[in-house]
């Protein structure tokens, strides 16, 4: 059996399966759940950002119209903390002492008959605090600083001896800024319990996290806990931790004996579902005149909330990113009161990205040398830590097709060259890369006698597109059309799959799909093997393939049978099969499993006289292995633009330094681009499948972040002469 037909379904950009729900408003979202006899919970935040709880006076709140109970530290059960998981630790559990760590903290929970009484509740709770001085910045001294805790550092070589051979030698800081998730859906969660079975409605990313941690917790079986998102409002990572307010949810609906349904407010989601923590980066870069990378030091400073365990190795991409034999990367973190961060889009990636690849550019203009010759000059052609060859690259593709679509041989090359007008303009741009990522995965397939196909796995889709590609992936495997396929996911009760991020789902459930897929083919083959008035009798899975809803043989079409037909003479109403993914192991493969690549090409234009500064034109060429969807999957790369120009332009998660209380907590103060700020942009990519997995999907939902601040950075240099260091660019460092 052919393993995968493209060009017949699979890469075309179908138009979204899930989309009449959608438009229609049909599509289920968590917060449109309700269920008979449901009420609903408000939270109360701590005001303070460290210190004690001394006393809570809940006497008026509970009082109040419609209030059921107002549980806090006093009267809640001692929670567990949830498990360790794919991530890394699950936060901190709620309400288990006084102590109030930062900031929104929740350290209560109303539970009232609406919603409006329940917030209005919440708001007559009374606490006095004993406060403590919060630490609100990883350069205070009294941070604690904690080493690398996953062993990502790395050294090969001798920087010092690098350095010494160095002509040129750029030693600069980098630092970036705490940014907001803010998916454009509020995070829900509609708790029911019934007994000790429990159905959760949950604005995650991954039900099957959602469900271990809420077993843990509260000490009940897994099989009695189902979790559900069919469809979630976005997350771009704010959904792939168990925060405490779903876990105050579920204990509010054990309280009360009701359903419990619970909306963050924007403001908390500010203080509640994570952050992309802040970074202060130090990279220090060697080369020759000749443009030869000699050392590359690179160290990242992070923060971290005071009893988390969440972790970012800002600094780990400049281990592979470059052919330098001396490199050496260090990560720490500083313990502050704040919220607890969390993923977001490109984590790591995102910061790291922004300080070398702006780095790599201040050393090619300080050797004179074209900054898109310098990178070539210095490609990795090999894994640089093991020494093994990709599964597959097309960076140098990128390079050169990205380049040349953009236009980049008209750069000219000093800075401050170019004008149309009043406005400066700058070109710049910035090599790519997101490491490869992939966790175990299953899914089931089902054929039943009316042709039809049902396949399904516990993932999500975040807007990612993962209902349609799965349903191409399927249709094809199976030789169906389009329409005679469903694909179905956002429940725990179907088989496993792992979190909708990191750019890796599409991969370990394509897999899985695959795997399916082929398995029931086979069985439809065990079930006709001794069957007499078959044309399939005695055949193998590689002596057929499937056209038409048909398993044929290779080369005779006429040789073989329907689905319908099989299931039918054998008094069946339909067949299953399980297909299971399992992550490629670059020692078993001899070859490093490659993520994604690419290059990112950028075109500014900057006003001297006022400091404004538009991005005109972005091309991004990618190299994402087999694409999928061309829609989806450009889509995916034209969202993660606007979120890099965002990142580079906009976004400021802004702490006050007196309070902690974050400040501009609200749509109205946390700036993003509007349709003004977004560019005309391009996506084109590069390569093929990869060679790792049998599918050969790479991921694209974080490469298109990444880069994009480096290359506007380099853009506005080139227009300018000013290098400019720290995110966001504000006016305030454009007036010339």
Not at 77 to 85: F, N
Not at 382 to 406: D, I, M, N, V
Not at 485 to 496: A, E, I, W
Request: with cysteine.
């Amino acid at each position: 059996m052919t393993t995968l037909e493209t060009g017949r379904i699979v890469g075309a950009g179908l138009d979204r399966v899930d989309a009449p729900l959608k438009v229609s408003g049909a599509a289920p979202y968590p917060n449109d759940f309700a269920v008979p006899g449901m009420v609903h919970a408000a939270l109360v935040g701590s005001t303070v950002a460290a210190g004690r709880i001394t006393a809570i006076d809940t006497t008026e709140a509970l009082a109040a119209p419609g209030v059921l109970d107002v549980i806090t530290h006093l009267n809640a059960p001692r929670l567990e903390r949830g498990p360790m998981t794919l991530l890394g630790g699950s936060p901190p559990a709620p309400l288990r002492d006084d102590r109030v760590l930062h900031h929104g903290q929740h350290i209560g929970v109303v539970v009232a008959e609406s919603a409006e009484q329940a917030r209005h509740a919440a708001s007559l709770v009374r606490v006095t605090y004993e406060t403590s001085k919060a630490v609100l910045d990883v350069d205070d001294p009294r941070a604690e600083i904690l080493d690398n805790p996953w062993g990502l550092d790395t050294e090969r070589g001798d920087v010092t001896a690098g350095f010494a051979r160095a002509d040129v030698v750029v030693d600069e800081r980098y630092t970036t800024p705490d940014n907001t998730n803010n998916p454009l859906g509020l995070m829900a969660t509609l708790a029911h319990w019934q007994g000790d079975g429990l159905t959760v409605h949950d604005s995650t990313q991954w039900p099957h996290n959602v469900r271990t941690t809420l077993a843990t917790v509260f000490q009940v079986p897994e099989s009695g806990i189902r979790v559900l998102a069919p469809f979630v409002g976005g997350g771009f990572g704010a959904g792939l931790r168990v925060w405490s307010h779903v876990i105050l949810t579920v204990l509010a609906a054990r309280r009360v004996g009701r359903p419990v349904k619970l909306v963050l407010t924007r403001p908390e989601m500010f203080s509640s579902v994570g952050h992309r923590p802040n970074s202060v980066q130090r990279i220090r870069i060697g080369a020759t005149r000749d443009g030869d990378l000699v050392a590359i030091e690179h160290h990242g400073m992070s923060s971290v909330a005071m009893e988390d365990d969440d972790y970012e190795p800002v600094s780990f991409g400049s281990a592979v990113a470059y052919d330098c034999p001396h490199v050496l990367t260090r990560d720490r973190q500083a313990r502050l009161n704040i919220p607890c961060p969390g993923s977001m889009r490109a984590p790591a990636e995102g910061q790291g990205n922004f300080a070398l690849e702006s780095a790599i550019d201040e050393v090619a203009y300080a050797i004179g040398m074209d900054p898109l010759e310098f990178r070539l000059r210095n490609y990795a052609e090999e894994h640089p830590l093991l020494g093994l060859p990709w599964s597959s690259k097309a960076l140098r593709e990128c390079y050169t097709q990205g380049a040349e679509r953009f236009g980049w041989a008209r750069r000219t090359p000093g800075t401050g060259s170019m004008r149309d007008g009043r406005w400066l303009v700058g070109y710049g741009m910035a090599g790519v890369s997101y490491p490869f990522y992939q966790v175990p995965c299953q899914a089931r397939a089902s054929l039943r006698r009316d042709g039809s196909a049902y396949v399904r796995s516990a993932a999500t889709d975040i807007g990612t597109g993962t209902y349609t590609v799965m349903t191409q992936l399927a249709a094809e495997l199976l030789g169906l059309d389009v329409g005679r396929v469903r694909f179905d996911l956002g429940d725990s009760d179907m088989p496993y799959a792992p979190q909708a991020g990191g750019s890796g789902l599409t991969g370990a459930l394509a897999n899985a799909v695959h795997g399916a897929c082929r398995r029931l083919v086979q069985e439809f083959l065990d079930v006709v093997a001794g069957d007499e008035a078959s044309p399939l009798r005695g055949a193998l899975l590689d002596d057929v393939t499937v056209t038409d809803g048909r398993v044929h043989r290779v080369g005779d079409v006429a040789a073989g049978e329907s689905y319908g037909e099989i299931l039918a003479r054998h008094g069946l109403e339909e067949l299953s099969a399980d297909g299971r993914s399992t992550p490629p192991r670059s020692e078993e493969l001899g070859m490093a499993v490659a993520g994604a690549f690419g290059a990112k090409f950028v075109e500014v234009r900057i006003d001297p006289e006022l400091g404004l500064l538009r991005v005109a034109r972005v091309v991004s060429a990618i190299d994402g292995g087999r694409i999928l969807n061309e829609k989806t999957a450009g889509s995916q790369i034209i969202g993660g633009t606007v979120g890099g120009i965002s990142q580079a332009l906009f976004e400021e998660t802004a702490t006050d330094a007196g309070t902690g209380r974050i400040a501009n907590a609200t749509f109205g103060d946390y700036l993003m681009p509007v349709n003004a700020d977004v560019p005309d942009m391009e996506v084109i990519f590069c390569g093929g499948p990869d060679r790792a997995t049998a599918v050969g999907t790479k991921g694209v939902g974080e490469v298109g972040l990444v880069g994009l601040a480096a290359a506007i950075g380099n853009a506005v240099h080139h227009a300018t002469g000013r290098r400019l260091r720290s995110l966001p660019f504000t006016i305030d460092q454009l007036m010339l």
